[in-house]
């Protein structure tokens, strides 16, 4: 319905007054019950600020601050160069589903093929559309608290509901199996699990992986398996992936993995899912008629990213995290009002900020991250973005230098409160 800002009367000024509002768009309601991705949110406002001429240090992104490996990148350019630049298979070239079947297969002594694997855009697409395929309305999936904040959304947009299992600082946040048990019902379809996990770092034990498993395989639940993060581990910590069970159980396990973090390919956009024959068509056909294939370029980069065997790109960026990790843990507790466990995994630190709450209009992560932003030009996400309200996750995917200026001005602008 058009309103008008005046009712209309015998005036022929308000007669003919012209509309103020348009009518409203009228969007799905599957639409309206997701947020904008509130990560986003931050890195916005702290980019406005950026724009204005504001020197910020920016701790919000969740990638890394490298650049592509140079071989990586020189694979792009000769795809272009030679013309592979056009429509591939909705699952991706063979080729490059050869390669990731490949890589897993020598990793975890599987016997998985290309028909086991699809590679999209960025394993944000294959999390959507396993949603898509395995939910349907009235489903609820399983989620470890704090999560990555697209989980939630992606449930929901697919009619499902998400519920929460939380997980205790005080076990670095490590998802156990009691956690995940007490919150299943007999509407549970299936659980999502990222390890190392983004944002508190923390990386699943492989016993409580295990039980997970055969708990999932024993009720005909499904397991995703999100391993975004699985060559950043630290210290004692070793990545435990669900693959690892794969052959047992291939019609509970589903790996997603991505090129983003572990070869600083994010705006690349590609990504891929492991999982049964029948599911990955299913996926291949949501694909086909959404956006038909990830890019030839990209696939061709990933290619060579896979099959390189010098790895020394990506040891240095993981020798870089291990340091700026080992500084930043010690020197944030160090700061009065802030608690951070040692992180297992992943290139974020999720430090309790709780103790700043009631002083100075600061009420939640949220107002905290405003004051942050406002008083130390110091860029974080505020833990509410993760279902974590008293935490706010702090990104070392920055240099060293940088870090060191963001953790000067947080204990300089906190000691006012
Ligand atoms: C836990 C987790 N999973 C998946 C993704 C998706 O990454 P991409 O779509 O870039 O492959 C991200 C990116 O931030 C992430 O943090």
Redesign the pocket.
């Known amino acids: 319905m058009t309103r008008f800002s005046h009712g209309a009367g015998l005036d022929d000024k308000k007669l003919f007054a012209v509309p103020t509002t348009r009518t409203p768009l009228r969007l799905t309601r599957r639409v309206t019950e997701i947020q904008v991705s509130p990560t986003l949110a931050v890195l916005n406002k702290a980019n406005e600020l950026v724009a204005k001429g504001i020197d910020v240090v920016d701790f919000g992104p969740?990638?890394p601050d490298f650049q592509t490996p140079p071989a990586v990148s020189a694979a792009g350019k000769r795809a272009i160069d030679q013309g592979f630049t056009k429509y591939t298979n909705a699952l991706g070239t063979r080729n490059l589903r050869d390669a990731i079947a490949a890589r897993y297969n020598r990793q975890y002594g599987t016997k998985v093929t290309s028909e086991h694997v699809i590679a999209g855009?960025?394993?944000?697409?294959?999390?959507f559309n396993l949603m898509l395929a395995l939910v349907d309305a009235g489903d609820e999936v399983i989620i470890p608290s704090p999560y990555?904040?697209?989980?939630p959304d992606q449930v929901s947009f697919a009619g499902g509901t998400p519920v929460f299992a939380k997980t205790d600082p005080s076990n670095r946040f490590r998802p156990r199996f009691e956690e995940i048990e007490a919150a299943a019902t007999e509407r549970t379809r299936g659980i999502i699990l990222?390890s190392p996990?983004?944002p508190t770092g923390a990386v699943i034990e492989e016993a409580e992986l295990k039980r997970i498993v055969e708990w999932c395989a024993a009720r005909d639940l499904f397991l995703v398996f999100?391993e975004?993060?699985e060559l950043f581990t630290y210290g004692d910590n070793r990545h435990a992936s669900a693959m690892r069970w794969f052959e047992q159980y291939p019609e509970t396990i589903i790996i997603?993995?991505?090129?983003?973090?572990t070869y600083a390919?994010?705006g690349w956009?590609?990504?891929y899912a492991i999982a049964q024959p029948e599911l990955i068509g299913a996926l291949g056909k949501i694909q086909s008629h959404s956006t038909s294939n990830p890019s030839s370029i990209a696939q061709m980069a990933a290619l060579e990213a896979l099959t390189d065997e010098d790895d020394t790109e990506v040891r240095r960026m993981f020798d870089a995290y291990s340091e700026r990790r080992a500084w930043l843990v010690p020197a944030i507790n160090d700061i009065d009002g802030f608690c951070c466990a040692d992180p297992d995994g992943?290139f974020y630190i999720f430090p309790d900020v709780s103790a700043f709450f009631g002083r100075a209009g600061i009420h939640d992560s949220q107002s905290f991250a405003t004051f942050l932003l406002d008083e130390a030009r110091v860029a974080v996400v505020p833990g509410s973005a993760f279902g974590a309200d008293e935490f706010v996750r702090i990104s070392y995917a920055t240099s060293m230098e940088r870090i060191r200026e963001g953790v000067r001005r947080m204990a300089e602008a906190v000691k006012k409160l």
């Not at 855009?121 to 999390?127: A, C, S, V």
């Not at 997603?256 to 973090?261: A, G, L, R, T």
């Open positions: 969740g990638e855009n960025g394993g944000k697409q294959e999390l990555w904040v697209s989980f990222n996990c983004n999100d975004t993060y997603v993995n991505s090129m983003s973090k390919m994010t956009r590609l990504g992943a």
